[in-house]
């Protein structure tokens, strides 16, 4: 091992790190509910900041920590203990290898760790960034925790860390896209079947069950439906999906009309949560629900919705379990097993006519995987299939 005035100093094998890389790509784009969710909370996060080169550099690090265990996750030059050249590993793997694979790092340039304030440091502190800068200094700050509790990963563990990176970066860099659908009405009983089809045929981690849902409550709680920032570490809500009602001064509930085009609603210090659903794509257990109800009973939420939609989750004697939530916690808890069924229900009991329902829900849904960051593909997949039965029903004609 080399040294450096004493130091230890690292490399990072490029053929490794290319290598590395292309594992933890095909990780993040499986789908696989596996991935380490503190690690997708501090890249969202971290893709927030201000300066856009947090980002990549937390990348280097992560990808750098899955090549070579030993390197410091801080150093940004050899001039540190167990330093390494990031600048290298960023110039000559990551940027490239994003570019590639048509990733976005918030940054342009082929060299991001020239960029301020990182470049020509050895290692990133706090104090590259004054105290009179609050807000980078903040976004600085949390930097170095990600950078810290990278430090200390290692085989599998620093390659899921790569692959939730790489799968946030994958998802958020085109989340401001939303496709409009065109505007034909299928039959509830194709629509609801192509919804089946598509949220199994790629699960997403569980995330388009989630945005199946938040569309299907869309539709009985329009306006009302809180489903952004689910990864928020801030977040006290038990569950994927929330209803809030909103109190005018005089205490009268706010009504919101039908929207045509969604917006999710934001956090209000006059909402209050009445119903808090939780979406799951695999097989569960009661003893997973009724852990659900006591989270929302120890929050004071008395109704909840479960959706447990994987095709081979077993009988869960729902009308017993849903007795003892009563009995245990005083929660009233819908359970709902077949995402068919579940857009029925929802259409049924929403207050607008069936015809609305049919045409609104597909372009609810397209907004709803966006904000449950299912990937690029997702919305023009849902497109197409929408596609087809329209145009198979046309031919029925």
Known sequence: MPQHGGKKVLKV?????????????????????????????????????????????????????????????????????????????????????????????????????????????????????????????????????????????????????????????????????????AGSILTLPILSGLTRDFINKNREGGRRGQALVAACLDLVHPGMVRADAINDPSRKIPGDVAIEITEEPNGADLLIPFPEKHESTKESKNTTVVLSAEAKQKVVTQSEILQFAERLAAAGIGKGLYVAVDPNQADLEVEELTQKTQDRNGVTLRVITDPERLLEEAIQWSPFPLEQCLQSFPQLLVQRLKDFHCGKDSQYEWADLLSAAASEADLDQ
Not at 19 to 32: D, H, I, N, T, V
Not at 107 to 136: C, H, M, R, W, Y
Request: some cysteine; glycine content about 6%.
């Open 13 to 181: 094998n490029k053929g490794q790190a290319q290598a590395k890389f292309l594992e933890a790509l095909a990780l993040a784009q499986s789908g696989s509910d596996e991935l380490p969710n503190e690690w997708i909370v501090r890249t969202r996060q971290v893709g927030h900041a201000s300066n856009a080169t947090n980002t990549p550099l937390l990348g280097t690090a992560l990808l750098a920590k899955a090549t070579n265990k030993d390197i410091n996750a801080l150093a940004l030059q050899t001039a540190v203990h167990r330093g390494y050249s990031a600048r290298g590993v960023a110039k000559g793997v990551l940027v490239p290898m994003c570019v590639e694979h048509q990733i976005d790092l918030r940054t342009t340039g082929a060299e991001p760790l020239n960029n301020q304030p990182f470049f020509s440091k050895a290692q990133v502190i706090k104090d590259l960034i004054p105290e009179s800068k609050p807000t980078a200094r903040s976004e600085l700050e949390f930097l170095i925790q990600c950078l810290e509790a990278a430090d200390y990963l290692e085989g599998e563990s620093a390659l899921y860390a790569l692959a939730a990176f790489l799968r946030v970066r994958i998802e958020d860099g085109n989340k401001a896209t939303v496709l409009t659908l």
